[in-house]
C-alpha cells in the first residue's frame, strides 16, 4: 500500500469547518483514498473515498488535488461528536485489499 | 440492520487460559476482517476472510493465535495459551466494500 502523512493533531473550533490534509505521493493510478475516524472507545467509522473526482456525502467532502498526491476532508460544520483520530488511507478497491491504518490524525474541537 | 456484532464485549482472564473472541458480520458482507488495536502498535490487521477462506494471515503474531470462520455468519479468534501481551481491543469488520467495525472487545490478560 501507498503510505500516507498526516498531521498528528488539531484543533477546530465548533462550528467552524475542520480541514483535514494528507500527503499521498507515492498514490498508484488505481488505489483510492479513504478516510476513516476512530471516536474514543469504539471502533473505526468509514467517512468517504475517492479516486480522483471530489467526492461530498452526508458526513464530509473529500477533496483531491489533481495530481492526486494529497487531499483534504472537510467536515463542513464541526460539532464536539466530531472529536477523534482520523485516518487518511490508500488502496486499490480490486481485491477488497485489507486496510493499512497509520497512527492519523488526532481531531478536536474546541467548545 | 445491527452492524458487526462482537462477543464478548469485556473479557478478563490469566495468563494460560484459552480465549475465544466471537464476531458475526454484517448480512450479506463476504469479507470478514480481525484488527488488534494497542497504545504501542496501533490498530494492526491479523487475518481476514472471503467467503469464508482465509486469504491472509501474515498478521497473525504466532501460533498461540488461530482465527476459523465456519460459516457466512460467525467468526472465532482463539488465542491459546493467553498472555499478558495479548492485552489490546480486538476488532471484527466486515465488508463488500467500505469495512463496518464492530465494537471490539476489550481482552486483558493477567
Known amino acids: 500500500d501507498a503510505k500516507t502523512t498526516q498531521p498528528t493533531s488539531m484543533d477546530c473550533a465548533e462550528g467552524r469547518a475542520a480541514n483535514l490534509p494528507c500527503n499521498h505521493s507515492?498514490?498508484?493510478?488505481?488505489?483510492?483514498v479513504y478516510w476513516y475516524r476512530q471516536i474514543h472507545s469504539q471502533g473505526p467509522q468509514y467517512i468517504i473515498h475517492?479516486?480522483?473526482n471530489n467526492e461530498t456525502n452526508e458526513m464530509a467532502s473529500l477533496i483531491i488535488t489533481e495530481d492526486r498526491k494529497s487531499s483534504t476532508l472537510i467536515l463542513p460544520h464541526a460539532t464536539l461528536r466530531d472529536t477523534a483520530v482520523y485516518y487518511c488511507i490508500v488502496r486499490a478497491n480490486f481485491g477488497n485489499e485489507k486496510l493499512t491504518f497509520g497512527t492519523g490524525t488526532r481531531l478536536t474541537i474546541i467548545p | 440492520d445491527a452492524g458487526v456484532i462482537q462477543s464478548p464485549r469485556h473479557e478478563v482472564t490469566e495468563m494460560g487460559q484459552e480465549v475465544t473472541l466471537r464476531c458475526k458480520p454484517i448480512?450479506?458482507?463476504?469479507?470478514l476482517f480481525w484488527y488488534r488495536q494497542t497504545m504501542m502498535r496501533g490498530l494492526e490487521l491479523l487475518i481476514y476472510?472471503?467467503?469464508?477462506?482465509?486469504?491472509?494471515d501474515s498478521g497473525m503474531p504466532e501460533d498461540r493465535f488461530s482465527a476459523k470462520m465456519p460459516n457466512a455468519s460467525f467468526s472465532t479468534l482463539k488465542i491459546q495459551p493467553s498472555e499478558p501481551r495479548d492485552s489490546a481491543v480486538y476488532f471484527c469488520?466486515?465488508?463488500?466494500?467500505?469495512?463496518?467495525f464492530g465494537p471490539g472487545t476489550r481482552l486483558t490478560v493477567t
Open positions: 475517492g479516486l480522483k
Open positions: 507515492t498514490i498508484s493510478g488505481n488505489e483510492y
Open positions: 469488520a466486515s465488508s463488500i466494500y467500505e469495512q463496518y
Open positions: 476472510f472471503n467467503n469464508n477462506v482465509p486469504i491472509d
Open positions: 448480512s450479506g458482507h463476504d469479507y
